[in-house]
């Protein structure tokens, strides 16, 4: 069993987390960063400053962070020291965005006590789209962004076309695009970046990851909880744009782009702006006849009741909690390969995968055999228990005839390589101090993205436009089942 190579310290940095009291950065950021810290990649004069409205100081914010360690941190993950050394780090500044004056303040933190004149500085906006202009013009103004700034922008990256284009605008006006790291924080998986791995270090695949042995693609990402806390956000959003615009097509990305000359920021991000270019260009029929949104109903979720939709954010809603499609990648290796997505809230359980599903062999070989013959499969689990199983077709043992069995090679990361899986943005906040974006949404993937959903917000803002309902704790609405059934196929659920 190989276990994980030792991490090597970045730079010191002081890394400034806009929305520092707020639930991305006790839930996962400042997580993420104790466990770096933990496993020594933080380097003395790695400062972490959180900023938001709330009147706390440093020792408040310090009491803050600690209970949010030990609520988000796995018990035997922490320890004393490590959490005494990461909570030293921490600092907190109150600022109102709008108030200019409250901006020296920052000023004046960031430049007392800084490792070093030119320390790496990161400002990581985990506040709302709208706020991002108006930010990156201030830290412009005090004299924050420079040539050793970094800026990150959590998603989502506006709200459709315009508004991410006037946020990119805004953004670009103050940061090069080398210095912009619009995070998806799929990217960060390990299972997401060994897809890349998979496909390109190995040689078995690559014949045959095309029309003419791929029968289809399967991408399923399901979440068994509700919308919980974040019904105001998410109401305003809806699974298309909270998943299915990001992670969901970044995921049709990786698995359909084309091998790169070597993988590196740009040449990634080049083949996989390609593929988003390459996605079938809906009409309003094709919306109509290819894209299903559903809304949970009250249910048996993970054993035990679960209210509806309406009933956690107060009211009737036709924002939708699922959303299934169909699509396609027109070019030379995928024509008339069909891309089926899923994704959805309150479903039976929380999984997210990936299935190839090949063609059945060209001709039939044992007519006397008897048990099924399945077409092969790989399932590539992002979460949990991530690994690869590939499904084969094999004879049964036994004398006479011939049984036909289907099995499955299986390789389980935790078997091969033991050890915690780090969470996705130990990774991408650590790529960020190096200044390493190959990880991160270039502006012109974003606004692809944006541009190939739009038809569907377009056709979904009428209103009478309802999403269909499912019970929560299912597999989402009939309609989804449908779209593949009119197809001859069926969604893969998990074995
Ligand atoms: C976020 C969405 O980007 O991803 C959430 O805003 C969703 O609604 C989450 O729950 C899922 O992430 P993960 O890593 O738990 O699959």
Known sequence: MNGPTAATPVEPCDFTVFGGTGDLALRKLLPALYLRDRDGQLPDGFRIIGVSRAEVDDEGYRSMVEDALSEHVAADELTDDVVRRLVGRLHHVTLDVEDVSDWHRLHDRLKDGAASEDVIRVFYLAVAPALFGPICEHLDQVGLATDRSRVVLEKPIGTDLDTARTVNEAVGRVFDESHIFRIDHYLGKESVQNLLVTRFANTF?????????????????????????????????????????????????????????????????????????????????????????????????????APSYAAEVGHESSTETYVAMRTEVQNWRWAGVPFYLRTGKRMAERVSEIVVVFKEPPHPMFPHSEGPTEPNRLHIRVQPDEGMRLHMTAKEPGPGGIRLRPVSLDLSYAAAFGGRSPDAYERLLMDVVRGNTTLFMRRDEVEAAWAWVAPILDRWSRPTHRPRRYPAGTHGPVAAATLLERDGRSWQETE
């Open 205 to 305: 695949l690559e014949p045959l990851w095309n029309s003419r042995w791929v029968d289809h693609v399967q991408i399923t990402v399901s979440e068994s909880l509700g919308v919980g806390e974040r019904g105001s956000y998410y109401d305003r959003s809806g699974a298309l744009r909270d998943m299915v615009q990001n992670h969901l097509l970044q995921l049709v990305c990786l698995v359909a782009m084309e091998p790169p000359t070597y993988v590196d920021r740009e040449t990634v991000r080049d083949e996989k702006l390609k593929v988003l270019q390459a996605l079938r260009p809906l009409t309003p029929e094709l919306v109509d006849r290819d894209i299903v949104a559903g809304q949970y109903a009250a249910g048996l979720c993970d054993g035990a009741p």
